[in-house]
């Protein structure tokens, strides 16, 4: 009976080689599936939140331009719509208030923004979730965001208490949204989105007017640009506009802070997907390229006969390469599957971390398509070179069985340095350097994957010094008091006079652009006092600055961007009132992972602002034990408009850190176990092929089975122990560039990597060494003596 | 009495493959005497290569009995038989098997690093003609040297039995009759019980018996009254 009638007999015979190799081919399809599931899962999600901002940008009327100004009156709106480059221009009323929520102890702080009374909003709309907007004039009607509703399980018809400017004001929820300006909701001065103690809150233009003393008035304008518009020649003259009227400078998306981080972490996808993919089709390759000549080393013979039977070296090359695009097939499927179920995975959490009313889930054909292209490309150079090597030889030559190999004595044996080593190490040796090249793929491949575990573990020992250098060395306030103005020394005192309140240090910010010929940055001026305790700046050595008598200290990221060094002279535009422009020497510096950071003399700059002593807030630190009634305090002190606390901000910092970064690192760590599982299964195997004649002699010299293994293991061995100072080399120098790909202007990571974190990729990698070696063992156990010893060399 | 070292009783062997059944051996009684050097006889699929399979603990019997000396080689288990072939038994088999990646010195010393009162390897190699050629890789070797350094190997660590399975079989006859100098001088001066597996009867007179296989039995057993010296074997 004809099986697999009409399959041509080259074909069945792939078909049963697939089966017959099975495990390997799966290990490597493994690892093919990873680079291909990491490039979709990457570039998937990238393209996805993407494509979700745009809509959402575009179909909610996203600013271009944010403004914003002490007192403007409302007539100027029009103008400012007339300007050359606007398409839509909408003035608002925005300002901070301290909030009062039940059951909370410590206050929170809101964002209130006003909706146009009697029409809709023509820009930012709000996405409303549930409930309506507030009517026109209703003072005591809110619209929350989700985010905030939800963190303090409030539903419309829950109630706060908000103090605007200075007065209290009991607020009912009717209304419950979402808001492009808001994807990122994070409150003046946080490092990271505190849904509890951040608050949007929209109302009626008429009650905030009346709130605020903006009768007739606006504080805050947002414009759409027309196609083609320049947007710094718009800001350049909506700055003009509102310069009289305290305006504190206009900025673009760029500087919007919820685009920024939004930018900042598609832009970290985007990494991710430059420099993980790249290691797994790498390695890929090689085993392909192991696997395969091993194959046809194996079965020249019948290469042979099968030249010799009259088929073209087409017809037989094209039987090996259709036998690496059947396994490059099913690894690209199977990473497919695993990069679509993670890429939803991970843009519904990003989702859930940005404020999105939907998600779009990019699935371009493209994207597949380029993973598959890029796979098999990796796969069938990887195998070219042994077909190829296949093809070359005459048919007559390729039946008759290859000469043996020939093997040397090891550098050094002649003075006797191995004496003292069994024969079965000295196999070993011998055998790593009868093929040092294959040898050294197969410690490449290791250290490959313990490269790709220590980029995925070096991000907690990055958090870690972030979290020290920034909360336990620099920022070591208890908390920081804004206020809503510029206010006078003596606030100082009354700070001091708050319940529990044990330090006081003033803090003065100005709005600035900072140049360097064509280099600019907008950036918030911090002037503090010298020999400030709880806040402090430090150098490369983590060892702490004075601020200068004169001059300007930056951060390391500044520095970078404007190519300023020490000593350098600065311009800087002062935003605020357009009060023009002073140049100032860089003094020093200095080492902050968050944001753009320049500080200088609290003195210095109200001279630089041409006024008297006047402070922007206040840092504190007090007592922890008259917490309760210190917040009490706060809530009912009218000149406060936000209040930032450290303990809260840190224990943020690493909740949303640890989850976002611990499912990356689980999905890296599996897939680099993928790796070093693949590469040391494949190459045991392929071992064991080769040497099953050796083993089998020992075997019936009389060693026991682990003894024999041993021969085998100890090559294995040997190469994951070299592997590993090449892996942290890898590990290093792919973290250092993973360092630089994410680094932003709000915030960059410390090239910091924990001799722990060496330690760990170093186990991890032994252990799926030790795995696979296992695996293989049971094989070593099986061999047939008889059948081996009987077979011709 | 003589000294008995094998003992088989009525020893069958059958391989299973799917629903094909072979019989390989079907009843074989043999008794191998210490220090003598039998010659088993018959063509290819007859049995000869099971047996000395299963002598030399390398396999197990369906049925039947099969000592040595006192150790019932039926019931012993995988570990008990390695440890069997480690002390008392020296293989040779028809493509010699050394490890390519060690030198005859070194082959041979793989054996004696394992072995409770080996000879040196030097010793063993000159008692087969090879010690000017010891530190020499099996591809720098031809094949009747790399046959003598097998059979080097298996004796250095003084083995009650040598089995030896075609060891002439991939060689010419010139080269053969030199291995089979080895075997016999081995077998003289050691007094190691020897049994040599062949399908070329010109062999058969240079031992002191010979059983001839046929279907998976001992068709006849044949003692040799005058046994010959290897040189006068050619075929």
């Given at each position: 009976?004809?099986?697999?009638t ?25 690892v ?57 221009a ?14 909370m102890?410590?206050p ?10 009697h ?12 409930g ?92 759409k ?127 859930k ?38 093809l ?68 907690f ?172 305090e ?37 897939l680099?176990?993928?790796?070093a ?53 890898i590990?290093y ?11 932003s ?49 | ?5 094998f ?65 019932d ?13 480690r ?75 040598l089995l030896c ?5 991939a ?65």
């Open positions: 009976m004809r099986i697999m009409g399959i041509p007999a080259l074909d069945r015979k792939l078909l049963r080689d697939i089966v017959r190799i099975w495990p390997q081919a799966l290990a490597i399809a493994l093919l599936a990873s680079g291909v599931a990491t490039l979709i899962l990457a570039i998937g999600a990238y393209r996805s939140l993407e494509e979700t901002r745009r809509l959402y940008y575009a179909e909610y009327a996203f600013a271009d331009v944010f403004a914003t100004a002490t007192r403007a009156p409302r007539w100027l709106e029009s103008r400012i719509q007339e300007l050359p480059g606007v398409a839509v909408e003035a608002r009323i925005a300002d901070y208030a301290v909030l009062d929520i039940e059951g102890a410590e929170a702080t809101g964002l209130a923004q006003s909706l146009p009374d029409k809709p909003s023509v820009l930012n709309r709000p996405h409303v979730r549930a309506r907007i507030p009517e026109p004039g209703a003072s005591g009607e809110v619209m929350v965001n989700e985010a905030f509703a939800k963190a303090h399980a409030m539903q419309i018809g829950s109630k706060f208490v908000a103090v605007l400017n200075g007065r209290k004001r009991p607020l009912t929820i009717v209304g419950i949204a979402l808001s492009p300006e808001h994807i990122y909701a994070i409150g003046p001065g946080d490092l990271m989105p505190d849904h509890r103690r951040f608050a949007v809150m929209w109302m009626s233009e008429q009650a905030l007017e009346a709130a605020f003393g903006l009768d007739g008035a606006f504080n805050s304008i947002t414009l640009l027309a196609d083609g518009a320049r947007e710094a020649e718009v800001i350049e003259r909506l700055d003009g506009m509102l310069a009289r009227y305290g305006g504190t400078g206009a900025y673009g998306r760029s500087d919007q802070i919820s685009h920024a981080f939004l930018d900042a972490e598609l832009k970290q996808l985007a990494a991710l997907s430059r420099v993980i993919p790249p290691v797994f089709l790498l390695v890929s390759a090689f085993l392909l390229n192991m696997t395969l000549q091993r194959m046809i080393s194996l079965e020249r013979e019948q290469i042979g006969l099968i030249k010799a039977l009259g088929y073209s070296n087409a017809a037989i090359g094209s039987h090996y390469l259709k036998l690496v695009a059947l396994i490059s097939f099913i690894g690209i499927a199977i990473g497919f599957a695993l990069g679509t179920w993670f890429g939803a995975g991970l843009t519904r959490l990003y989702g971390f940005f404020q999105f009313p939907f998600l779009v889930f990019e699935r371009d054909a493209d994207l597949y398509v380029i993973a598959a292209a890029l796979t098999l490309g990796a796969a069938v150079i990887g195998a070219l070179r042994a077909t190829l090597g296949a070359a030889l005459p048919a007559a030559v390729a039946m008759r069985p290859p000469s043996p190999h020939r093997y040397t004595r090891l550098p050094g044996e002649a003075w006797g340095l191995y004496r003292s080593i069994s024969q079965m190490t000295v196999m070993s040796l011998r055998n790593m350097a009868r093929f040092p090249m294959r040898a050294a793929l197969t410690a490449l491949g290791l250290s490959l994957s313990v490269g790709l575990l220590i980029v995925s573990l070096f991000a020992d990055a958090v870690e010094a972030m979290i020290d250098a920034t909360f336990f060395r620099s920022q070591r306030q208890d908390a920081s008091l804004n206020f809503p103005n510029e206010t006078a020394y003596r606030v100082i005192d009354d700070a001091r006079h708050l319940p529990g309140v044990l330090r006081v240090e003033p803090f003065r910010k100005a709005s600035v652009r900072l140049k360097n010929g064509n280099l600019s940055r907008r950036l918030s001026l911090t002037g503090k006092p010298d020999g400030t305790i709880l806040t402090r700046q430090l150098d490369s050595d983590w060892l702490p600055v004075a601020v200068p008598e004169q001059g300007l200290l930056i951060n390391r990221r500044l520095a970078d961007v404007l190519n300023l060094r020490r000593g350098d002279l600065a311009e800087v535009e002062l935003l605020d009132r357009r009060r023009g422009t002073r140049w100032v020497r860089i003094s020093e510096v200095i080492e902050s992972y968050i944001g753009l950071v320049a500080l200088m003399r609290i003195d210095n700059l109200n001279e630089l602002l041409r006024e008297g002593p006047v402070v922007s807030g206040v840092d504190i630190a007090y007592d922890t034990n008259q917490e309760a009634a210190l917040y009490r706060i809530k009912r002190t009218p000149h406060i408009s936000s209040i930032e606390l450290q303990k809260n901000a840190l224990k943020l910092f690493r909740a949303t850190l640890a989850e976002n970064i611990s499912m990356m690192t689980s999905i890296y760590i599996g680099a176990v993928i790796v599982f693949g590469v040391v299964y494949n190459s045991a195997r392929i071992q064991l092929s080769e040497r099953a004649r050796d083993l089998a002699s020992l075997r019936v010299l009389g060693f026991h089975k682990s003894e024999v293994a041993r021969v085998l293991f100890t090559e294995l061995a040997l190469l994951a122990l070299l592997a590993q100072p090449l892996g942290w080399l590990g120098w792919l973290s250092w560039i993973t360092v630089q790909s994410f680094s202007d709000l915030y960059s990571t410390p090239f910091i990597i924990e001799t722990a974190t060496f330690a760990k990729a170093s186990l991890v990698t032994l252990a799926a060494t030790i795995g696979s070696a296992i695996i293989v063992r049971k094989r070593i156990d099986r061999l047939d003596l008889i059948a081996v010893l009987k077979t011709r060399e | 009495m003589p000294d008995v070292v003992e088989a009783r009525n020893v069958t062997k059958v391989y299973r493959t799917g629903e094909v059944e072979v019989h390989a051996l079907t009843g074989v009684d043999l008794d191998l005497y210490a220090g003598e050097l039998v010659v088993l006889l018959g063509p290819s699929g007859s049995g000869k290569s099971t047996l000395l399979n299963i002598l030399g603990g390398l396999d197990r019997a369906t049925s039947g009995i099969c000592r040595f000396r006192d150790l080689l039926t019931r012993l288990d995988e570990k008990a038989l390695t440890a069997y072939r002390r008392y038994v020296g293989f040779v088999f028809q493509f010699y098997n050394l490890i390519p990646s060690l030198t005859a010195r070194e082959n041979v010393s793989l054996v004696t690093e394992i072995a409770d009162n080996p000879m040196s390897p030097h010793e063993a190699l000159e008692l087969v003609g090879l010690g000017p050629r010891m530190d020499h890789f099996p591809a720098e070797l031809s094949g009747g040297e790399q046959q003598r350094v097998a059979i080097a190997r298996a004796i250095a660590k003084r083995p009650e039995v399975d075609e060891p002439t079989g060689l010419d006859s010139h080269t053969g009759v030199r291995v089979l100098e080895a075997i016999n001088a081995v077998n003289k001066e050691l007094g190691t019980t020897t049994a040599i597996i062949t399908h070329n009867a010109a062999i058969k007179d240079i031992a002191h018996r010979v059983c001839i296989f046929a279907d998976g039995r001992i068709a006849e057993t044949r003692v040799n009254e005058r046994r010959i010296e290897p040189a006068e074997v050619s075929w």
